[in-house]
């Protein structure tokens, strides 16, 4: 039996476990930095299998690095499992909260965590039974949503020592994110301190620090006419004050700032600080910055996806049975036509010329869809990026949700605690295994990735944008 069949055997074999493993991190949703439950389930499993557990790692309790084998290659696979806040919901195709404004895997995390431990046991399996060299090594990455750890991992130099790594994500469609990339971002708070004054007797007393987060976000909205088309500036007032005949002597700003590149994202922050200086100077307050965590962009490589991709379509893809057809027909009614339609048309846009409307499905993706040639750029961010950076990556995507679902979704949170969803994370799990199989054991594949990442990055070391003293919250 080959070591691709055997791999494919044990995850059908272990299919009911993982599900249910999956489904208890679903029921025990927990967002960042505190996946206690979630990190030790998984942790558990590892070490019961024999891997080495090493816990706390980027200065983060829910973090831990998971190593089996000896000696090189060293394949790392990452795990994510957080939650999203107020995204609670039953596994049914109508809104129903289970806990009133709790959290819940919006973003099927639950899925991305089991899943790849199912590939990393299943790599672990076919290696012993072919005696096979080599360090599989799984990276239990807590935060990602709020991009903090595998940035504060990858500073502690966690994932140095790579030869390659792959991932994936709940998705669509099946594919593989092999010619496009992320948006590097900063993710920072401005802190303005005023003077406190009564607002109708003595406001010429008062240094409203409100006025300065204000005069800030004036200065940034004018900084947007010159900034990179495909740059994004967003932002809250996390404090404003507490009343209106009171002069704020305190108040909070809160920015994300993303652009195409990391060196894109620095010109535009320090543009950003210089905005903070002259709205304080405006304002007569001061100011502190609080630099939360910051990311880089996406660096594809080419090599690792096309065996991903050759992989998917080995497996051939996924066979949904008529009553999840029929969940997802349900729960994709939730949504307007619109929706929809513009999901049918990101997705097509995103596929290889000729792909169709049929190919995709108008529901649920079964068949693998070939990307697009062209560079395409998603409109969010990942610190999949940064570990990106530090080694050849591969990244891809299952269908774990209905056409149409938006991302951080209820409907997606449904789907995450539903067979759809564990149906696209075996074929994850599978996909992944035999990817990093053939990474351990064909050499020539491992050097050419090797070979194209360091083309791309033209041998530059990574280096971390986050500030010596930051620390994870």
């Known amino acids: 039996m080959s070591a691709d069949q055997m791999m494919i055997d044990y995850l059908n074999e272990h299919y009911d476990h993982f599900a ?15 996946e206690k439950y979630a990190s030790k389930l998984i942790a558990d499993e590892l070490e019961a299998n ?88 799984y990276f239990g990455c807590p935060a990602e949503e709020t991009l ?37 971002m900063n993710s920072f708070k401005v802190h303005f301190h005023g003077v406190a004054a009564h607002g109708a007797a003595a406001p010429h007393l008062g240094k ?81 910055v609080e630099f939360l965590t910051g990311c880089y962009d996406l660096l594809p490589n080419g090599v690792i996806s096309n065996i991903m991709l050759d992989k998917m379509e080995e497996l051939g893809g996924i066979e949904f049975s008529h009553d999840e057809m029929a969940f997802a027909r349900d729960l994709q009614s939730s949504l307007d036509q619109e929706t929809i339609e513009i999901n049918r048309r990101q997705v097509l846009n995103n596929a290889r010329e000729g792909t169709t409307a049929e190919d995709i499905g108008d529901v649920l993706c079964e068949g693998v869809i070939r990307p697009s040639e062209e560079f395409r750029i998603m409109h969010g961010s990942t610190e999949v990026g940064d570990v990106s950076q530090i080694t050849p990556t591969g ?19 449904a789907s995450s605690g539903h067979d759809i969803g564990f149906r696209g994370m075996d074929f994850a799990a599978k996909a992944m295994a035999l990817t990093g199989f053939e990474l351990m ?33």
């Open 395 to 413: 990244n891809l995507l299952t269908c774990c949700h209905p056409l149409g679902s938006p991302g951080h979704s209820w409907q997606i949170t």
């Open 148 to 184: 903090t750890g595998k940035t504060y991992m990858a500073r502690d130099g966690v994932f140095d020592d790579l030869d390659a790594s792959i991932t994936w994500h709940p998705g669509y469609a099946n594919t593989v994110w092999s010619n496009g990339s992320s948006l590097a």
């Open 50 to 137: 024999g891997f080495a557990i090493e816990w706390g790692v980027g200065q983060m309790e829910t973090a831990f690095v998971a190593s089996w084998g000896e000696g090189k290659p060293i394949i790392g696979i990452l795990g994510e499992y957080d939650a999203l806040p107020s995204l609670s919901q039953d596994p049914t195709p109508e809104r129903n909260e289970l806990v009133d404004g709790g959290p819940g895997h919006g973003c099927g995390h639950n899925l991305y965590g089991v899943g790849a431990l199912g590939a990393a046991l299943a790599m672990q399996a076919a290696m012993k039974e072919n005696g096979t060299q080599g360090t599989v090594r």
């Open 208 to 288: 409203s620090a409100l006025d300065g987060a204000m005069l800030m976000d004036i200065g940034v909205n004018y900084l947007r006419e010159h900034v990179e088309q495909d740059a994004r500036i967003h932002s809250v007032i996390e404090n404003g004050g507490m009343a209106p005949n009171v002069v704020p002597p305190e108040a909070t700003i809160w920015y994300f700032v993303r652009a195409p590149k990391r060196e894109q994202v620095e010109a535009i922050y320090a543009r950003m600080l210089d905005c903070a200086k002259g709205a304080a100077l405006m304002s007569g307050t001061t100011y502190d």
């Open 441 to 473: 054991t064909n050499a020539e594949a491992l050097s050419s990735a090797q070979t194209e990442f360091k083309d791309k990055t033209g041998g530059k070391q990574y280096v971390s944008p986050l500030p010596e003293d930051a620390v994870p919250h």
């Open 20 to 34: 249910a493993q999956a489904r208890k991190i679903w029921e025990n949703p927990e967002i960042g930095l505190q």
